[in-house]
Protein backbone atom coordinates (compact mmCIF):
# COMPACT_ATOMS: atom_id res chain seq x y z
CA UNK A 1 0.00 0.00 0.00
CA UNK A 2 2.58 2.61 1.32
CA UNK A 3 5.06 2.46 -2.01
CA UNK A 4 9.10 2.90 -1.76
CA UNK A 5 10.92 5.64 -1.31
CA UNK A 6 14.67 6.33 -2.29
CA UNK A 7 15.96 9.71 -1.80
CA UNK A 8 19.53 10.47 -2.43
CA UNK A 9 20.91 12.96 -0.56
CA UNK A 10 23.91 14.91 -2.23
CA UNK A 11 24.34 16.93 0.39
CA UNK A 12 27.34 19.84 -0.49
CA UNK A 13 28.26 17.49 -3.50
CA UNK A 14 29.35 17.23 -6.63
CA UNK A 15 31.59 20.52 -6.61
CA UNK A 16 30.69 21.70 -10.17
CA UNK A 17 26.89 22.41 -11.77
CA UNK A 18 29.27 19.75 -15.12
CA UNK A 19 28.97 17.19 -12.50
CA UNK A 20 25.87 17.05 -11.00
CA UNK A 21 24.06 17.33 -14.33
CA UNK A 22 26.26 13.77 -15.32
CA UNK A 23 25.34 12.26 -12.25
CA UNK A 24 21.59 13.46 -13.00
CA UNK A 25 21.82 12.10 -16.22
CA UNK A 26 23.21 8.70 -15.30
CA UNK A 27 20.71 8.31 -12.67
CA UNK A 28 17.51 9.28 -14.63
CA UNK A 29 19.01 7.34 -17.61
CA UNK A 30 18.82 4.36 -14.80
CA UNK A 31 15.32 4.80 -13.90
CA UNK A 32 13.91 4.84 -16.92
CA UNK A 33 10.00 5.97 -16.94
CA UNK A 34 9.55 2.93 -14.53
CA UNK A 35 7.19 3.93 -11.14
CA UNK A 36 7.15 0.93 -8.82
CA UNK A 37 9.59 2.51 -6.63
CA UNK A 38 9.38 6.56 -6.12
CA UNK A 39 13.02 8.36 -7.07
CA UNK A 40 14.06 11.60 -5.30
CA UNK A 41 17.21 13.22 -5.77
CA UNK A 42 17.97 15.82 -3.46
CA UNK A 43 20.84 18.35 -5.29
CA UNK A 44 22.53 21.54 -3.55
CA UNK A 45 20.35 24.41 -4.27
CA UNK A 46 22.67 26.30 -7.00
CA UNK A 47 22.53 23.21 -9.15
CA UNK A 48 18.12 22.75 -8.65
CA UNK A 49 17.71 24.39 -11.51
CA UNK A 50 20.31 22.25 -14.07
CA UNK A 51 18.96 18.60 -12.66
CA UNK A 52 15.75 19.91 -13.51
CA UNK A 53 16.56 20.36 -16.61
CA UNK A 54 17.80 17.21 -16.92
CA UNK A 55 15.30 15.55 -15.18
CA UNK A 56 12.63 16.60 -17.49
CA UNK A 57 10.05 14.16 -18.82
CA UNK A 58 11.25 11.97 -16.33
CA UNK A 59 9.21 10.14 -12.90
CA UNK A 60 12.30 11.33 -10.65
CA UNK A 61 11.29 13.33 -8.30
CA UNK A 62 13.97 16.42 -6.71
CA UNK A 63 14.13 17.80 -3.10
CA UNK A 64 16.12 20.89 -1.48
CA UNK A 65 18.16 19.82 1.20
CA UNK A 66 16.74 22.69 3.57
CA UNK A 67 14.26 25.65 3.55
CA UNK A 68 13.09 28.71 5.48
CA UNK A 69 10.48 28.76 7.47
CA UNK A 70 9.70 32.17 5.93
CA UNK A 71 8.19 32.85 2.66
CA UNK A 72 10.83 35.64 1.94
CA UNK A 73 12.24 38.42 3.21
CA UNK A 74 15.67 39.40 4.90
CA UNK A 75 16.94 36.34 5.84
CA UNK A 76 20.49 36.42 4.12
CA UNK A 77 21.51 32.93 2.51
CA UNK A 78 18.00 31.69 3.03
CA UNK A 79 15.80 29.88 0.32
CA UNK A 80 11.94 29.92 0.47
CA UNK A 81 9.61 26.53 -0.10
CA UNK A 82 7.99 28.62 -3.18
CA UNK A 83 11.98 29.18 -4.45
CA UNK A 84 12.06 25.70 -4.20
CA UNK A 85 9.03 24.98 -5.93
CA UNK A 86 9.88 27.62 -8.77
CA UNK A 87 13.14 25.43 -9.34
CA UNK A 88 11.45 22.28 -10.07
CA UNK A 89 11.15 20.92 -6.82
CA UNK A 90 8.80 18.53 -5.24
CA UNK A 91 10.06 17.34 -2.05
CA UNK A 92 12.54 18.91 0.82
CA UNK A 93 14.60 17.41 3.70
CA UNK A 94 14.14 19.05 6.57
CA UNK A 95 15.92 18.53 10.12
CA UNK A 96 18.86 16.52 8.59
CA UNK A 97 21.22 15.50 11.94
CA UNK A 98 23.70 17.72 9.99
CA UNK A 99 21.74 20.85 10.49
CA UNK A 100 19.86 19.60 13.88
CA UNK A 101 22.97 18.97 15.50
CA UNK A 102 25.72 21.24 13.61
CA UNK A 103 23.46 24.15 13.32
CA UNK A 104 21.38 23.95 16.35
CA UNK A 105 18.11 23.23 14.41
CA UNK A 106 15.75 22.20 16.99
CA UNK A 107 12.39 20.42 17.00
CA UNK A 108 10.01 23.72 16.78
CA UNK A 109 12.70 24.78 14.51
CA UNK A 110 11.50 21.49 11.81
CA UNK A 111 7.38 21.97 12.83
CA UNK A 112 7.61 25.86 11.09
CA UNK A 113 9.98 25.05 8.14
CA UNK A 114 7.51 21.48 8.31
CA UNK A 115 4.25 23.52 7.99
CA UNK A 116 5.86 26.13 5.41
CA UNK A 117 6.73 23.25 3.10
CA UNK A 118 3.44 21.92 3.43
CA UNK A 119 1.81 25.41 2.46
CA UNK A 120 4.23 25.58 -0.69
CA UNK A 121 2.80 22.01 -1.73
CA UNK A 122 6.10 20.46 -1.00
CA UNK A 123 6.64 16.35 0.27
CA UNK A 124 8.25 17.45 3.51
CA UNK A 125 10.87 14.55 4.62
CA UNK A 126 11.60 14.98 8.32
CA UNK A 127 14.82 13.37 9.85
CA UNK A 128 14.92 12.28 13.06
CA UNK A 129 16.79 9.92 15.07
CA UNK A 130 19.14 9.16 18.26
CA UNK A 131 22.71 9.59 18.64
CA UNK A 132 24.98 7.12 20.07
CA UNK A 133 25.28 7.95 23.45
CA UNK A 134 21.88 8.34 23.36
CA UNK A 135 21.51 4.40 22.15
CA UNK A 136 23.74 3.57 24.24
CA UNK A 137 22.10 4.97 27.33
CA UNK A 138 18.89 3.66 26.17
CA UNK A 139 17.36 6.18 25.34
CA UNK A 140 16.14 5.56 21.70
CA UNK A 141 12.32 5.42 21.95
CA UNK A 142 12.71 8.69 24.35
CA UNK A 143 14.39 10.97 22.19
CA UNK A 144 12.46 9.44 18.77
CA UNK A 145 9.20 10.35 20.95
CA UNK A 146 10.46 13.79 21.75
CA UNK A 147 11.37 14.78 18.02
CA UNK A 148 8.30 13.44 16.62
CA UNK A 149 6.02 15.57 19.27
CA UNK A 150 8.35 18.80 18.55
CA UNK A 151 8.90 18.33 14.78
CA UNK A 152 4.80 16.94 14.06
CA UNK A 153 3.20 19.66 16.05
CA UNK A 154 -0.35 20.55 15.13
CA UNK A 155 -0.57 19.08 11.96
CA UNK A 156 -3.81 17.57 10.89
CA UNK A 157 -3.65 13.72 10.12
CA UNK A 158 -3.93 14.54 6.03
CA UNK A 159 -0.81 16.64 6.32
CA UNK A 160 0.79 13.97 8.29
CA UNK A 161 0.22 11.38 5.68
CA UNK A 162 1.81 13.75 3.18
CA UNK A 163 4.83 13.99 5.12
CA UNK A 164 7.32 11.45 4.38
CA UNK A 165 9.96 10.66 8.16
CA UNK A 166 13.42 9.86 7.60
CA UNK A 167 14.81 7.51 10.85
CA UNK A 168 18.64 8.08 10.92
CA UNK A 169 20.32 7.33 13.44
CA UNK A 170 23.10 9.95 13.66
CA UNK A 171 25.76 7.14 14.40
CA UNK A 172 24.83 5.49 11.10
CA UNK A 173 25.22 8.55 8.98
CA UNK A 174 28.21 8.76 7.04
CA UNK A 175 30.04 6.31 9.20
CA UNK A 176 29.66 3.26 7.37
CA UNK A 177 27.91 1.66 10.68
CA UNK A 178 24.44 0.59 9.79
CA UNK A 179 21.56 -0.46 11.73
CA UNK A 180 20.96 -4.42 11.79
CA UNK A 181 17.28 -4.55 10.16
CA UNK A 182 16.37 -5.91 13.46
CA UNK A 183 16.86 -2.01 15.36
CA UNK A 184 15.77 -0.36 12.09
CA UNK A 185 12.57 -2.58 12.11
CA UNK A 186 12.23 -1.79 16.23
CA UNK A 187 12.82 1.92 15.23
CA UNK A 188 10.30 2.07 12.58
CA UNK A 189 7.80 -0.34 14.81
CA UNK A 190 7.70 2.61 17.09
CA UNK A 191 7.87 5.50 15.30
CA UNK A 192 4.47 3.93 13.88
CA UNK A 193 2.96 3.16 16.94
CA UNK A 194 3.09 6.85 17.96
CA UNK A 195 1.68 7.78 14.82
CA UNK A 196 -0.78 5.37 15.10
CA UNK A 197 -1.55 7.02 18.79
CA UNK A 198 -1.09 10.83 17.37
CA UNK A 199 -2.81 10.40 14.09
CA UNK A 200 -5.00 7.52 14.02
CA UNK A 201 -3.97 3.63 12.52
CA UNK A 202 -5.59 4.79 9.09
CA UNK A 203 -3.06 7.92 8.74
CA UNK A 204 -0.03 6.00 10.48
CA UNK A 205 -0.35 3.07 8.01
CA UNK A 206 -0.41 5.89 4.97
CA UNK A 207 3.01 7.02 5.96
CA UNK A 208 6.11 6.48 4.38
CA UNK A 209 8.88 6.27 6.98
CA UNK A 210 12.61 5.58 5.55
CA UNK A 211 15.51 4.40 7.07
CA UNK A 212 18.73 6.41 6.30
CA UNK A 213 22.13 5.96 8.03
CA UNK A 214 24.75 4.08 5.12
CA UNK A 215 22.56 2.11 3.20
CA UNK A 216 24.67 1.06 0.50
CA UNK A 217 23.48 -1.63 -2.54
CA UNK A 218 25.15 -4.88 -0.30
CA UNK A 219 22.78 -4.23 3.13
CA UNK A 220 19.58 -2.13 0.62
CA UNK A 221 17.35 -5.46 0.08
CA UNK A 222 17.56 -6.53 3.75
CA UNK A 223 16.67 -3.17 5.42
CA UNK A 224 14.31 -2.32 2.56
CA UNK A 225 12.46 -5.30 3.37
CA UNK A 226 11.33 -5.03 6.65
CA UNK A 227 7.66 -4.26 6.88
CA UNK A 228 7.85 -0.94 8.70
CA UNK A 229 10.55 0.71 5.91
CA UNK A 230 9.27 2.34 2.95
CA UNK A 231 12.14 3.34 1.54
CA UNK A 232 15.97 4.72 1.92
CA UNK A 233 17.55 8.16 2.44
CA UNK A 234 20.47 7.98 0.99
CA UNK A 235 23.84 9.88 1.46
CA UNK A 236 27.17 9.14 0.17
CA UNK A 237 25.82 5.90 -1.88
CA UNK A 238 23.76 8.40 -4.20
CA UNK A 239 26.86 9.91 -5.58
CA UNK A 240 27.79 7.11 -7.49
CA UNK A 241 25.03 6.44 -10.14
CA UNK A 242 26.02 2.61 -10.61
CA UNK A 243 25.45 2.45 -6.60
CA UNK A 244 22.28 4.32 -5.98
CA UNK A 245 20.57 2.57 -9.32
CA UNK A 246 21.63 -0.64 -7.18
CA UNK A 247 19.46 0.51 -3.80
CA UNK A 248 16.77 1.56 -6.64
CA UNK A 249 17.05 -2.34 -7.75
CA UNK A 250 16.74 -3.71 -4.53
CA UNK A 251 13.68 -1.50 -3.72
CA UNK A 252 11.93 -2.93 -7.13
CA UNK A 253 13.09 -6.59 -6.32
CA UNK A 254 11.04 -5.58 -2.77
CA UNK A 255 7.91 -4.17 -3.87
CA UNK A 256 7.43 -7.05 -6.42
CA UNK A 257 7.49 -9.47 -3.92
C1 LIG B 1 22.21 11.05 5.08
O1 LIG B 1 22.98 11.98 4.94
O2 LIG B 1 21.00 11.28 5.21
C2 LIG B 1 22.76 9.71 5.09
C3 LIG B 1 21.99 8.73 5.43
O3 LIG B 1 24.09 9.58 4.72
P1 LIG B 1 24.89 8.20 4.48
O4 LIG B 1 24.03 7.35 3.58
O5 LIG B 1 26.15 8.62 3.82
O6 LIG B 1 25.08 7.57 5.81
Known sequence: MRTLLIAGNWKMNPPTRA????????????????????????????FLQAVDSVLEGSPIGMGGQDMHAQSGGAYTGEVAGAML??????HVILG?????????ETDAMVNAKL???LASR?????????????RLGDRTEAVLDEQLAGSLAGLSPEEMAGTVLA????WAIGTGLTATPEQAQ??????????????????AARVVVQYGGSVKPDNAAELLACPD?????????????????????????????
Not at 25 to 33: L, N, R, Y
Not at 167 to 170: D, G, I, K, L, M
Not at 237 to 257: E, T, Y
Open 122 to 134: LIPIVCIGETKDE
Open 167 to 170: YEPV
Open 229 to 257: IDGALVGGASLKAADFLAIVAAGRQVSAR
Open 19 to 46: EAVALAQEVKAGVGTAVDVHVVVCPPSV
Open 96 to 104: HSERRHGMG
Open 186 to 203: AAHAHIRKRLAEAFGEAT
Open 85 to 90: VDSGCT
Open 115 to 117: KSA
